[in-house]
């Protein structure tokens, strides 16, 4: 078993991810920028380092420092959180060639699912149904009209090294896609340094539905059944919850199915997520995939009762899954919302600051995934996400119940939050049909 790990990130995840190893008697190492000298992760972990100035291209992007550290303090692994360096094949391929474990997948698959239209056509060789589009990236803006003429308006254009909901326009349209495809390149280019961009087919009013997977590295790989991310707000997920209600046991069974085959066949290993698109007919078809842990794992967690983190760390130590396909239960229903500190009534701007009183929820089935505390001082300089609330019920109804209640309860004093929004969203009476898809919040004008 791995004995020490180095977390590289902050906030709620790197926190989480200590607790993790300290629960499995493994040492913990935290890095953390001079802007997190008083964060929780920095606190909590065995030791703590300071790697770099707030700007995260000076600290939890640089590679250098925290492999520095890394060997400084004798870590014998990494475990990269989501975001940041996670999904970077340089830095995974850094770690193997110093003898440190990165906790996730090869750098090779990494490099080659990091890589959207690449990773599209990889997934249909091993017999997943994709987006139709472009095969691979575009080669210029005739190609990209020749293709939506085909395949027909509205299209699609998106970044291949694009994530966090960013890099991604619509045409509806000639004209729209020519200018399109300038706009999109360069915010390309700006934002991942690569101007690679693909088109695809728009589907309409579309569920986002992604398969939790485990993969050891002896070739065994079983799905955690799907979370439903369709309540996005500009292509960024709010709330999340397992079952969807869209999928029923016979298409859960052919996804998984699908999916499990797909990734012992391109060889990939540990924890991942494959996001799919499913349309009203309830046809599905493959997005992108995540080879990291993804911010909404604890919905997953609650139903299967099986620590993601906990196995990420175990296959990365060598071990074999200890489940089959089935041993693995769905039990009830989670949901979760992510608490964000920003403004909706100023277009949800980002809104850090102190927070000066604050009351957490707690009760039966409630867990909440946060890296605040009274008097913590919120940086301007990363992600808003300050805490994950995240409830585990028998039924639908009861999660919406209490995720109102407990997201409710939560007091954050000091600055401001999109926690009405979110009770909003919960108070909605479609939302409680279960009559929603990807464009709900659009349409609700949010
Ligand atoms: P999830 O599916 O886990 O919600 P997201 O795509 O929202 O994943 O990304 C998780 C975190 O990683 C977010 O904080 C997001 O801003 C960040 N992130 C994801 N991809 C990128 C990227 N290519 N560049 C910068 N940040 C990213
Ligand atoms: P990211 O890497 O930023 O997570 P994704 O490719 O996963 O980007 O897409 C993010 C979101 O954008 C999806 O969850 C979905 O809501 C929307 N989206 C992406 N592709 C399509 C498509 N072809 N048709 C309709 N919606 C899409
Ligand atoms: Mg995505």
Redesign the pocket.
Known sequence: MLKKVLVANRGEIAVRIIRACREMGIRTVAVYSEADKNALHTTLADEAICIGPALSQKSYLNMKAILEVACLTGADSIHPGFGFLSENSDFSKMCEEIGIKFIGPTADLIELLGN?SKAKQTMKNAGVPV?P?SEGILNSKEEAIELAKKIKYPV?L?ASA???????R?ANSENELAREYDLVKQEAKLSFNDDSIYL?????N?R?VEFQILADEYGNCIHLGERD??I?RR???IIEETPSSIIDEKIREKMGQIVTKAVKEIGYTNAGTI?F?VDKNKNF?F??M?TRVQVEHPITEMVTDIDIIKEQIKIASGEKLEYKQKDIKINGHSMEARINAENPAKNFMPCPGTITGLHLPGGNGIRVDTAIYADYTIPPTYDSMIAKVIVHGKTRGECISKLKSAVAELVVEGIETNVDFILTILNDEKFIANDYD?SFIESQGG
């Open positions: 959207k987006v589009g699609m998106k694009g994530g966090g909901g960013k890099g991604i619509i695809e087919k728009v589907i309409e579309p986002h991310c369709s996005q292509n960024q997920k996001e698109l078809y997005m992108e995540n990807t």
